[in-house]
């Protein structure tokens, strides 16, 4: 076995083990989850160890072995790191931080998820008409339309708590949609596939009997993978229909006729293979940073990103110079020496970012940090979420959900962030505003009965 091959062989051993744990633990009867952590987990392992794991297969003709190795071995401290920080760090500081617990506010549950669900969708159509123009609104009307995830999250878990499992499996179907409603809206299919791996964690953390959830996940992992490999195979003609602008019914109609001709995913086909290899492979980016810093070609940014990500917390609108902007493949390039086509999307993904700040230092402290984070909100998300404060489980769990942007950069984490937080807060006040009218409306309306003197008989 050679050097690569091994490092190969035990990063992917790594992951399985890590990733296993996480899950174990993060979805274990009685723990406080909101299925961030474990989204986390799974998202990351998504666009490292399929990539890296190909490499042992003895038919795939992979190129670069030895870079795809550096930068598998990356992503396996990274989710040793993380792991330490969400299943050890994270649970521990809940326990020597006092915080607030949790107050039930019950009710209105259904009007709370309807809200959500019909903002969410609002502000996706809205998206079209105001990106670009005003920075700040951009920013939350694209958050805003997350609050379709917390709505569809709440109507699982108002469905389960009330034994109507139809109705749950009716949000679980409307949740796997939203792939092909974003592969229709903007022609990308990872958007749509991070809201709707959100929501079925969420509803695994409180799902039960857990082998319904096992045998669940086995058939998502393999829908999804099939799901890609046909996507990408029509992706051009797919965005050349989206991008063009054509009506709806003809993204419709190229999208049905992309999903007639599915190809179930076949781990012996080359082309699959590559598929994986070509667009599921941070490794290969990863590695390539490695050796282009290590070969001194760059010199490591020293927490210049970091900086950058801290800037982006600021609105631009009382920001105007705000000299910070989302996308990353200037740095990628930067760091690794490849150049890419202006259209072409590069994410830098946070084991890279962190990588080219501190080396392996900055990558193991990074994602303990990132595993600490992420566990706490996964906790309040939880803890309200159980007491039925359902303006607060949105408070925490929609920020939350804007940390699971695995293969973006810390500055587009930290600006959405910051929007999600800012939007929930908002969404918030109105409805408790106009939830709070309603009931006194009501009350209102109620005519008391008439009493009578107590002995008088009725005349």
Same mark, same amino acid.
């Given at each position: 076995?050679?050097?690569?091959?091994?490092?190969?062989?035990?990063?992917?051993?790594?992951?399985?083990?890590? #990733?296993?744990?996480?899950?174990? +633990?993060?979805?274990?009867?009685?723990?406080?989850?909101?299925?961030? #952590?474990?989204?986390?987990?799974?998202?990351?392992?998504?666009?490292?160890?399929? /990539?890296?794991?190909i490499y042992l297969l003895p038919w795939f003709p992979g190129?670069?072995?030895?870079?795809?190795?550096?930068?598998?071995?990356?992503?396996?401290?990274?989710?040793?790191?993380?792991?330490?920080?969400?299943?050890?760090?994270?649970?521990?500081?809940?326990?020597?931080?006092?915080?607030?617990?949790?107050?039930?506010?019950?009710?209105?549950?259904?009007?709370?998820?309807?809200?959500?669900?019909?903002? %969410?969708?609002?502000?996706?159509?809205?998206?079209?008409?105001?990106? %670009?123009?005003?920075?700040?609104?951009?920013?939350?009307?694209?958050?805003?339309?997350?609050?379709?995830?917390?709505?569809?999250?709440?109507?699982?878990?108002?469905?389960?708590?009330?034994?109507?499992?139809?109705?749950?499996?009716?949000?679980?179907?409307?949740?796997?949609?939203?792939?092909?409603?974003?592969?229709? %809206?903007?022609?990308?299919?990872?958007?749509?596939?991070?809201?709707?791996?959100?929501?079925?964690?969420?509803?695994?953390?409180?799902?039960?009997?857990?082998?319904?959830?096992?045998?669940?996940?086995?058939?998502?992992?393999?829908?999804?993978?099939?799901?890609? +490999?046909?996507?990408?195979?029509?992706?051009?003609?797919?965005? /050349?229909?989206?991008?063009?602008?054509?009506?709806?019914?003809?993204?419709?109609?190229?999208?049905?006729?992309?999903?007639?001709?599915?190809? /179930?995913?076949?781990?012996?086909?080359?082309?699959?293979?590559?598929?994986?290899?070509?667009?599921?492979?941070?490794?290969?980016?990863?590695?390539?940073?490695?050796?282009?810093?290590?070969?001194?070609?760059?010199?490591?940014?020293?927490?210049?990103?970091?900086?950058?990500?801290?800037?982006?917390?600021?609105?631009? #609108?009382?920001?105007?110079?705000?000299?910070?902007?989302? /996308?990353?493949?200037?740095?990628?390039?930067?760091?690794?020496?490849?150049?890419?086509?202006?259209?072409?999307?590069?994410?830098?993904?946070?084991?890279?970012?962190?990588?080219?700040?501190?080396?392996?230092? %900055?990558?193991?402290?990074?994602?303990?940090?990132?595993?600490?984070?992420?566990?706490?909100?996964?906790?309040?998300?939880?803890?309200?979420?159980?007491?039925?404060?359902?303006?607060?489980?949105?408070?925490?769990?929609?920020?939350?959900?804007?940390?699971?942007?695995?293969?973006?950069?810390?500055?587009?984490?930290?600006?959405?962030?910051g929007a999600a937080l800012l939007t929930a807060l908002l969404?918030?006040?109105?409805?408790?505003?106009?939830?709070?009218?309603?009931?006194?409306?009501?009350?209102?309306?109620?005519?008391?009965?008439?009493?009578?003197?107590?002995?008088?008989?009725?005349?």
């Amino acid at each position: 076995m050679t050097d690569a091959a091994f490092v190969l062989a035990s990063s992917a051993a790594t992951w399985l083990v890590l #990733v296993a744990t996480i899950l174990l +633990v993060s979805l274990r009867s009685g723990a406080a989850s909101a299925g961030l #952590v474990s989204a986390y987990a799974v998202s990351l392992w998504l666009i490292h160890w399929p /990539g890296g794991a190909i490499y042992l297969l003895p038919w795939f003709p992979g190129v670069d072995e030895q870079v795809v190795a550096a930068g598998f071995q990356q992503s396996a401290y990274a989710i040793v790191a993380f792991g330490v920080g969400s299943l050890v760090l994270g649970p521990l500081l809940m326990t020597v931080v006092p915080t607030t617990r949790a107050t039930a506010r019950g009710g209105a549950a259904t009007a709370y998820s309807r809200a959500y669900l019909g903002l %969410g969708l609002a502000c996706y159509v809205a998206m079209g008409a105001v990106v %670009g123009r005003v920075p700040t609104l951009t920013a939350l009307v694209s958050t805003g339309w997350n609050l379709l995830i917390v709505g569809l999250g709440l109507s699982c878990w108002q469905a389960w708590h009330r034994g109507r499992n139809v109705q749950l499996l009716g949000w679980l179907a409307a949740a796997a949609c939203l792939p092909f409603l974003t592969i229709l %809206g903007q022609g990308y299919l990872t958007y749509g596939s991070a809201a709707a791996l959100a929501v079925l964690t969420l509803v695994a953390s409180f799902y039960r009997p857990r082998w319904r959830i096992l045998l669940a996940a086995l058939l998502v992992v393999y829908a999804a993978f099939s799901l890609y +490999v046909t996507y990408m195979r029509d992706r051009e003609t797919i965005r /050349g229909v989206v991008w063009s602008d054509q009506p709806a019914m003809a993204r419709v109609g190229q999208l049905v006729a992309t999903l007639s001709t599915l190809e /179930g995913f076949d781990p012996t086909n080359d082309q699959h293979l590559a598929l994986l290899d070509d667009r599921l492979n941070q490794n290969r980016l990863d590695g390539a940073a490695v050796e282009y810093l290590d070969s001194g070609l760059a010199d490591f940014a020293r927490g210049d990103t970091l900086g950058q990500a801290a800037a982006a917390l600021v609105p631009r #609108v009382l920001w105007p110079d705000k000299p910070v902007a989302a /996308g990353s493949p200037g740095i990628v390039s930067q760091y690794t020496g490849i150049h890419f086509d202006p259209n072409t999307s590069v994410g830098i993904g946070h084991v890279m970012e962190f990588y080219i700040n501190f080396g392996t230092s %900055g990558v193991v402290l990074g994602f303990v940090v990132l595993g600490l984070v992420l566990s706490v909100v996964d906790r309040a998300a939880a803890d309200r979420l159980r007491a039925r404060d359902w303006a607060g489980f949105t408070v925490w769990f929609l920020p939350g959900f804007n940390l699971l942007q695995v293969g973006g950069s810390l500055v587009e984490l930290t600006a959405s962030v910051g929007a999600a937080l800012l939007t929930a807060l908002l969404v918030n006040a109105v409805l408790g505003h106009l939830l709070a009218h309603d009931v006194s409306t009501r009350a209102a309306r109620v005519v008391p009965p008439r009493l009578r003197p107590v002995g008088v008989p009725r005349g």
